[in-house]
C-alpha cells in the first residue's frame, strides 16, 4: 500500500508560468513532509518542508501548502525556469530525524523555454 | 552545509564478488544513516536504517546477509554488497540525518553499481 502518491508521473510547463506539483497521503501518523528534486543519476536535493502544524512553507521562488483535511500538500515553483527541469520526489515523516522518509514515486517537470 | 558524499560513484563488477560502497556525512555528525536503492524510473525504495554503534534496521524483502550495512562513527557507513549478482545492479544512494526534529535527510549523489 504506497503511503505517499504522486499521481502524476509528468508535467510540462513553459518558461515564466507556475508549476503546480500535487502529493497525496494516506498515513495521518506522519506530520512533516518535504520536497526533494533529483537529476537523473544524482542523489535528491532537499528544495522545502513544511510541518503539520503550518499549511503553508515559502522560500524564493518555492511554495509549499498543505491540506491535513484532504491528505493533500502540493508545492508551487513561480515563475518556472528552464533549470528547474528535474524529477520531484515528495516525502513524508514522523517528524523525527531518525525516522525514515516515506517517498512518493516523483513527478518529471519539464519547464519548456 | 549538511554536505554527504558517497564513494565511489560508480563501480562494474563481477557476479559472485563483494562491493563496499562509503558513506560520508562531512560537515555534521550523522546518528541515523539510511540505504536506498533506486530502479530505473521509479522511486527511492529503502532498504536499511543504521545508528551509530548498533545493528541496521533492513525493511522486509532486503537480505541482511546480503546487504551488510555498518555505522561505525557518526560520520560513516557502509554497504556492502555479498556476492553480487547482476540483479543487484542498481543505484544505491545514501541520506544521513543528524537526529533534530523535523525529518530533513541529506542525501549523498548516489552510486552506480553494474553487475557483469
Known amino acids: 500500500d504506497q503511503q505517499v502518491k504522486q499521481n502524476s508521473p509528468s508535467l510540462s510547463v513553459q518558461e515564466g508560468r507556475i508549476s503546480i506539483l500535487n502529493c497525496d497521503y494516506t498515513n495521518s501518523m506522519f506530520d512533516y513532509f518535504l520536497w526533494y528534486k533529483k537529476y537523473p543519476a544524482e542523489g535528491p536535493t532537499f528544495l522545502i518542508s513544511i510541518s503539520s502544524i503550518k499549511d503553508k512553507n515559502e522560500d524564493g521562488r518555492f511554495t509549499v501548502f498543505l491540506n491535513k483535511s484532504a491528505k493533500h500538500l502540493s508545492l508551487h515553483i513561480v515563475p518556472s525556469q528552464p533549470g528547474d527541469s528535474a524529477v520531484y520526489f515528495c516525502a513524508a515523516s514522523r517528524n523525527s530525524g531518525n525516522t525514515p522518509l516515506v517517498f512518493g514515486k516523483g513527478t518529471r517537470l519539464s519547464v519548456i523555454a | 552545509g549538511a554536505v554527504v558524499s558517497q564513494h565511489p560513484s560508480w563501480v562494474i563488477c563481477k557476479s559472485g564478488t563483494s562491493v563496499k560502497i562509503e558513506c560520508r556525512s562531512l560537515d555534521f555528525q550523522a546518528t541515523t544513516m539510511f540505504w536506498y536503492r533506486q530502479f530505473p524510473k521509479q522511486s527511492l525504495m529503502l532498504m536499511a536504517t543504521?545508528?551509530?554503534?548498533?545493528?541496521?534496521t533492513y525493511e522486509q524483502g532486503v537480505e541482511k546477509d546480503k546487504f551488510l550495512i555498518n555505522h561505525a562513527s557518526l560520520t560513516l557507513s557502509t554497504l556492502t554488497v555479498t556476492s553480487a549478482h547482476p540483479e543487484d545492479s542498481s543505484f544505491y544512494i545514501c541520506s544521513a540525518s543528524w537526529g533534530g526534529g523535523g525529518g530533513e535527510q541529506y542525501f549523498g549523489p548516489g552510486t552506480r553499481l553494474t553487475v557483469t
Open positions: 543504521s545508528n551509530e554503534g548498533s545493528k541496521a
